[in-house]
């Protein structure tokens, strides 16, 4: 029998300043915890987000992540550091609990710094610090001088984010991973390798983001002994479903997980081709990316694994990716990790997995698994392609690896793609240099301003154009002598294409 127990009052209960440890021992991987910075730099509405490290010659010091967005003002900045946000949420924003700036960052630094100026009108620009020390003396968060804050903000050398009226700089001290690196060569080492990681990381996780053209990321770093920045990068989408044709002609297809309480979940299995080169497929090179890929709001929430139905790295179903849109219907019952690295996915969603049936009907999901390996397993056709002249100078290096991902390639030369001055004759001229192995492919300048079209010029600029040109004259190209029907066509095709010029 029990015995019913009467509330007599209440109290508060102040929250313990141990939870700063807790944060601290979250488990982030800097990859992680950088993204969730982004993800409040994407909700500011952010058309622009650098994420730069600050070094000297033999030292990691500083993490920024400089964003262009609406900013902040004093009572936002102060809404956006306490542990728990009261501010309601929009229902296609990133954010969710309200935690993610403060435990991505205790969890990877010593000290965060927000200087943040709003885009509302006569806003000054704000600064707020956390420290452990400041957390542990009764939550006690430091205000920055208005005035220095200002001068952060102009003096932030930002070439990316040159004009923005409003943004915000996130900015993490003591950073605990840069422990790793305590020499020059480590340094330039460290950076190489967290480069590569958060071009991984980023590029998957918002490849949908980037690919609507919503927000752009960019990677630099800075030398305060030097008083020099990096080169730049831009974090290019890595779609994990972005083949170029299917593994099977019959796929992707959607399956259903049937939910009487909430409503059906959509899924889209994808085959991916076999022995795909492209970086879409490798992604980090872990086995374990086949299987499930849920999505929030276009981002990518948890990449791979089968939730428990099967193994999460059977070798024979690494072609196998499961594209899933989280509905908001469903996010009380696969639930996201509060760092956004992660689904919890209930007990009973392994089987109702293995029951999944197409929306068509007439297939399940174990036939879905079987074919995947089927594909796997099937040998490879005989070689058909010819092998195409290595693509080189002046070729984005996006082309090359799609090129490199769908041709045979000789890489004993390669032909490189220039503009350069020639008679108004000349749309194009070959050169092939046989004995030092190089080939020219020269783009009269004179047409250059007509194909551009008022973009920028660069090493690279017309893509379509010269990647045409590189296949369309892969036979001539490759020929030291020049037959009289080839001169014949080389004739004829220049004289088309300035034709397209000038009507261009």
């Known amino acids: 029998m029990n015995t019913e127990i009467q509330i007599i009052g209440t109290k508060k209960v102040k929250p313990s300043t141990n939870i700063v440890e807790v944060f601290r021992n979250a488990g982030y991987a800097l990859p992680a915890a950088v993204a969730d910075l982004v993800d409040n730099s994407i909700d500011a509405g952010a058309k622009n987000v650098l994420v730069r490290f600050v070094r000297t010659a033999s030292s990691l010091d500083q993490l920024e992540v400089i964003d262009d967005g609406r900013g902040m003002t004093g009572d936002e900045v102060d809404e956006a550091m306490r542990f728990g946000t009261e501010r309601e949420r929009e229902e296609k924003e990133l954010g969710m609990y309200g935690v993610g700036l403060k435990s991505a960052s205790l969890s990877s630094c ?66 605990h991973d840069f422990s790793k690196a305590a020499s020059q060569r480590e340094v330039n ?13 980023l590029g998957l996780h918002f490849h949908r983001i980037i690919e609507q053209g919503k927000t752009t990321i960019h990677l630099d770093s800075s030398n305060t002994d030097l008083e ?65 890929y849920f999505y ?14 099967r193994e999460d790295a059977e070798p024979h179903l690494n072609l196998a990716r499961v594209m899933i849109n989280l509905p908001k219907q469903w996010q009380s019952e696969i639930r996201v ?13 392994p089987d109702a997995l293995r029951t999944a049936k197409s929306v068509e009907g007439d297939t399940d999901w174990a036939t879905y698994i079987e074919e995947a390996r089927a594909t796997y397993r099937k040998k490879a056709a005989a070689q058909s392609l010819k092998p195409l002249i290595a693509p080189g100078k002046g070729i984005p290096g996006a082309v090359k690896q799609v090129l490199k991902g769908r041709f045979p390639i000789n890489p ?23 004995d030092k192995g190089e080939i020219s492919l020269t783009l009269n300048s004179r047409f250059r301003e007509q194909i551009l079209a008022g973009r920028p010029k ?44 000038r009507v261009e």
């Not at 080492?189 to 990381?201: A, D, G, S, V």
């Not at 909430?262 to 299987?291: F, H």
């Open 337 to 349: 990790y509060f760092n956004k690295s992660g689904v919890s996915a209930p007990s009973s969603f």
């Open 228 to 292: 020099q920045l990096g080169p730049t990068e831009t974090v290019k989408p890595l779609n994990p479903f972005g083949y170029l044709s299917s593994g099977r002609s019959d796929y992707p297809r959607k399956f259903l997980v049937t939910n009487k309480e909430i409503g059906d979940l959509e899924l889209t299995a994808y085959i991916w081709p076999k022995n795909s080169k492209l970086a879409e497929y490798k992604l980090d090179g872990v086995a374990n990316r086949q299987g499930l």
């Open 110 to 175: 010593d000290s965060l710094t927000v200087i943040s100026r709003s885009s509302k009108r006569g806003a000054e620009p704000v600064g707020r610090q956390w420290t452990p020390e400041g957390a542990r003396s009764d939550w006690t968060m430091f205000i920055l001088d208005p005035e220095a804050c200002r001068r952060s903000l102009q003096e932030a050398d930002t070439p990316q984010l040159t004009g923005a009226r409003s943004g915000t700089i996130i900015r993490w001290e003591k950073v």
């Open 412 to 434: 004993t030369r390669q032909v490189d793609i220039t503009w350069k001055d020639l008679p108004e004759t000349e749309f194009f001229r070959i050169d092939n240099q046989q």
């Open 296 to 309: 929030r709001n276009d981002r990518l929430i948890h990449g791979g694994g089968w939730g428990g139905s």
């Open 458 to 501: 660069t090493v690279s600029d017309a893509p379509l154009v010269r990647t045409l040109l590189y296949m369309l004259l892969q036979e001539q190209v490759g020929r030291t002598r020049v037959s009289a029907k080839d001169q014949k066509y080389l004739e004829e095709l220049n004289r088309v294409l300035r034709s397209a010029a």
């Open 189 to 201: 080492q460290y950076l190489n390798n967290r480069f590569k990681e958060l071009r991984t990381h």
